[in-house]
Structure formats: structure tokens, C-alpha cells
């Protein structure tokens, strides 16, 4: 007999809490989080969230009474705005920090249990903090959903690098490390195993795989990896890659070796991007297909990413090591372009399912054929941002080009103006290339794209003007007009910039 109390959707869920509380993770309360801690003699919280860096900040507390942790979960705790965010000023500096329940995870790294929750900044007034990238991620998809009826479900490649000691045995050929296994791939070990704890965390998970880039350089080894999600909610995304940054760090410290989400690493071996698939939804359903084709809605979007691609880069690509890895021949984008299944364009259509339901049993002849449309999948992927991005703010800003596309009256023209079905990095299609628009070739130029394009995002109150301004402000600050052709065979000085900015994002 069947236990009535057996839930498949949350027994089959990685993270504990969900298969504890039985129920899933958004309708968390804080007796919830009360009673798996005292079932589960967790003894500390710690309250995690974004600084102006990116970088997850942790608040540690130990739990002394049952009073001290309601309280803990009831009303959050100050800390200093000014030490956290370059915007919030010295004079009115203390934020409060407010847990997430929704977030909650127990944590993978400590001796001592412990539970990790999320937080939001709230102001003195107990008001959302308007400059908070979380809480401009969560304005501009209520402002998508207002306006438009659709609600936006991304995903994220998180790729990264790990460098440890040379080893000669297994040696994979240079820049050829395109799903090795192992021995070939030294890391799979430390890839399944942030995988493992990312899912714990609630983390939605596609795969994990090796990539193409591999080398070594002064005695050491260079191995590229990469870690794919599955589109959820967009707030939830955010904290996923936020989240999962973390635990590949940490991975990385346990393991003894060095972990980057850089950019580039020195010229001519592929660097690490940070794609970003789009679907935007209706009751459930992908909204970016229509009788197992592109609709104009996904048309409209595209046209949206596309329009705002030069002022998308101030969130995406954010140190000048970024725009090294924007050249031509690389798998990078630089050319404000589309198409269907194409790595030379901005802004790529994958290959879908749509009429490809029969493989399965072509592969399988014991297998009943299977009646079910799996189009549903199909997304619209974003191929500029890298490590270095701010996820929320990126994320945002991606929202709101969504929106900005469905509401372009010539967004459709746009689109098929901008659409490619050549590989625009071969020299027969030089004058295809010579009628498109470019991205950026620095910070300085992304900071004044974005000052050009800034009333898009401040639209609706999403982005308040205080980010515009700060985010250009720390672009121009780099100085970097100019910097990659004055940088053209000087590996030494290129070697420099990317040490600077080696554990950006």
C-alpha cells in the first residue's frame, strides 16, 4: 500500500528541507525553518547576500534560545550599506539584512550544522532598498508581468577555469577538451561534486560538462569547465548562480587549487562566458513558441536584447579583461546579430525539439513511442555576459530588454533586419558584417552605451538613476579606452590586468 504521506516531487528533491517539510521550498514559513532546525540540531544560521562585488557575504549567528531564533528569523539584522554598496553613503549606512525563507539550504561545508538563508536589503523606513540589484531584478519582472501578461524563466552556462599543478600523465589536446572524461579531464571529480551540492541547495541543475578550453603555462595546468541550469523563475535563477559561484569556490579551496570565472586568461585559448537562455511564459506555457515555431513574441524579445546589447555589457561584462575575450574567431560575440543554431551571433536560437519526437524510438525499437510535445523547451539564449557580470543587475537588465522589445513598434522589422544564416566570421561574409551594429570594445565604451540607453531601464522606477550613474562611474574608472589594441602582443602586461581581475563576480 502506497504511503499517503509519500510526495515523488519532493522525495526525489536534493535538498533536505524540501524532502523533510515535505512541501516545496516557496511555501517555506518560519515555523518551518524552526522545526527542521530543532528536529535537526542545527546550532548556527548564517544570513547570505550580494555585495556591490557580487560575491556572497555571509552574517554568522549562533543560536542560543528558541526566543534568540524567532527573533533571528522574524527581523533580520543591521549591517553596514556603506561597506557593502559604493551607492549608500557613509552619513545613513545601516540596511537591514531580511531573511528568504524560501532560500533556506543546509549548509554543505561546516562541521557545525548550519542552516544558510538568503536575504533582501530593506532601508530605515523598512522599505525595499531601491538600488538593492535584488530587489531591481524583482521590480522589473512585476513591471514585465504588468505590462505584458508574461512572466520570464532564464537560465544560466556558468563556465570557469581550474588551475592546479601540472600533471603529464592524460594530457588532453590544447583547446580540445570538449566533453573529455576523465582521466583526460583531471576536475570531473570536483565538477560532480559542486554539482551534487548545488542541487542540495536548490539548485535546477541541466548538466555539468568539460570544455574546450585546456592548456598549460608555467608549470601549470589550465582545465575549463562548465555548469548548465534549467530555466526557472527569474529571481530564482539569480540566486542559483549567486549560490552556486560560491560553492565552486569553496570546492576549489578544499580541493587545493585555484577556481576563476575570468573572462580571459591569456590570448588565443577560449574564455569563460556566462550565457544566459531566455523563455518568457504564459499560464504555464513557453510563449517563445508557436505551432512548433519562433513566434513573434520570442521575435519581439530578441529584438528587445538586441537593441539594448551595447548597455547590456555594463552588466555583463564588467572588467576590461571582459572585453579581450569579445574578439572575433573565438565563439564570442561582437556583432549585434541572430540566428538559428549560430555560436558567430549575439543572440542564438538552440537547436530545439519541435518534429524530432521519433529519435527516441528510432534509438530504442523495444520503447513505445512517446506522445508528448517537447517544444516546450526551446529558449533563446544570450550569448555576451561572462563571470564577471552582476547576475541581479544583468538579469534585470535582460528583463527589461524583454520588455522593450514587446513594446518596440518596429521590433519585428528590427528582428529580421538583424537575423544571420551565415557564420559572419568568415571572410567571404565581411559585407554582412560591415552593415551590422558592434558591441563595445571596453568598459569605458559599455558605460557610455549605457548612459545612452539609461531611460530604457529607469522606465517604470526599475533602475533608480543613483545605478546608472555609479555603474558608469566604475566603468569609465578603468580607463580602458583603447586598452586592448595597446595590449596586441604584450602578453606580460595582458598577464597583469587578468591576475588583477581574477576572482571577479
Excluded at 229 to 234: A, C, E, H, R, Y
Excluded at 449 to 478: H, R
Amino acid at each position: 500500500m502506497k504511503n499517503p504521506f509519500f510526495n515523488s516531487l519532493t522525495a526525489m528533491n536534493p535538498n533536505s528541507l524540501v524532502q523533510y517539510l515535505n512541501k516545496p521550498s516557496d511555501d517555506f514559513t518560519k515555523a518551518d525553518l524552526i522545526r527542521y532546525i530543532d528536529d535537526h540540531n542545527i546550532s548556527m544560521i548564517n544570513f547570505r547576500y550580494t555585495g556591490g562585488d557580487g560575491r556572497l557575504k555571509t552574517l554568522n549567528f549562533v543560536i542560543n534560545s528558541q526566543d534568540h531564533l524567532d527573533s533571528i528569523l522574524s527581523t533580520g539584522e543591521r549591517v553596514d550599506g556603506s561597506s557593502l554598496f559604493p551607492f549608500v553613503k557613509a552619513g545613513s549606512s545601516d540596511l537591514y539584512v531580511v531573511p528568504r525563507y524560501k532560500t533556506a539550504f543546509l549548509n554543505p561545508f561546516t562541521q557545525v550544522p548550519t542552516l544558510d538563508i538568503l536575504c533582501s536589503y530593506y532601508d530605515k523606513d523598512g522599505n525595499p532598498l531601491e538600488s538593492s540589484p535584488e530587489y531591481i531584478l524583482r521590480k522589473a519582472h512585476n513591471v514585465l508581468k504588468s505590462r505584458t501578461g508574461l512572466s520570464f524563466e532564464v537560465m544560466g552556462e556558468l563556465e570557469y577555469y581550474v588551475i592546479s599543478p601540472m600533471n603529464e600523465l592524460f594530457q588532453a589536446a590544447d583547446q580540445k577538451g570538449y566533453h573529455e572524461s576523465h582521466p583526460f579531464a583531471k576536475w570531473e571529480s570536483l565538477r560532480a561534486e559542486a554539482m551534487v551540492a548545488i542541487a542540495q541547495t536548490g539548485g535546477k541543475i541541466k548538466y555539468g560538462h568539460s570544455e574546450v578550453g585546456n592548456f598549460s603555462l608555467n608549470g601549470l595546468e589550465y582545465e575549463q569547465n562548465e555548469i548548465e541550469f534549467l530555466p526557472v523563475n527569474l529571481e530564482d535563477s539569480a540566486d542559483q548562480l549567486a549560490i552556486a559561484k560560491w560553492i565552486l569556490r569553496s570546492l576549489a579551496f578544499k580541493y587545493g587549487v585555484s577556481l576563476t570565472f575570468a573572462p580571459k586568461i591569456t590570448v588565443g585559448k577560449a574564455g569563460s562566458g556566462m550565457h544566459i537562455h531566455t523563455r518568457l511564459m504564459k499560464e504555464g506555457r513557453n510563449a517563445m513558441i508557436e505551432e512548433g515555431k519562433l513566434s513573434d513574441t520570442a521575435r519581439k524579445a530578441i529584438a528587445g536584447y538586441l537593441d539594448l546589447a551595447p548597455s547590456l555589457t555594463a552588466f555583463g561584462n564588467t572588467n576590461p579583461t571582459s572585453y579581450f575575450r569579445l574578439v572575433p574567431h573565438q565563439e564570442a560575440p561582437t556583432n549585434i546579430c541572430w540566428g538559428d543554431r549560430n555560436r558567430s551571433v549575439l543572440v542564438r536560437v538552440p537547436l530545439g525539439w519541435t518534429g524530432a519526437n521519433s529519435m527516441i524510438n528510432h534509438a530504442n525499437p523495444q520503447q513505445e513511442p512517446i506522445d508528448k510535445d517537447f517544444s516546450d523547451k526551446q529558449t533563446v539564449e544570450f550569448r555576451c555576459p561572462d563571470g564577471s557580470a552582476d547576475v541581479y543587475l544583468l538579469l534585470a537588465g535582460l528583463t527589461v530588454a524583454a520588455r522593450h522589445g514587446l513594446e518596440m513598434k518596429d521590433a519585428l522589422e528590427y528582428a529580421r533586419r538583424t537575423y544571420v544564416d551565415v557564420n559572419i566570421f568568415d571572410d567571404e561574409n565581411k559585407a554582412r558584417v560591415a552593415e551590422l551594429s558592434q558591441l563595445p570594445v571596453s568598459c569605458y565604451d559599455s558605460a557610455d552605451m549605457l548612459l545612452k540607453q539609461g531611460d530604457i531601464y529607469k522606465m517604470y522606477d526599475v533602475f533608480p538613476q543613483s545605478v546608472i550613474e555609479g555603474t558608469a562611474n566604475k566603468l569609465k574608472s578603468f580607463d580602458d579606452k583603447g586598452l586592448r589594441e595597446s595590449l596586441e602582443g604584450n602578453t606580460e602586461k595582458l598577464q597583469e590586468i587578468v591576475n588583477r581581475y581574477f576572482h571577479c563576480g
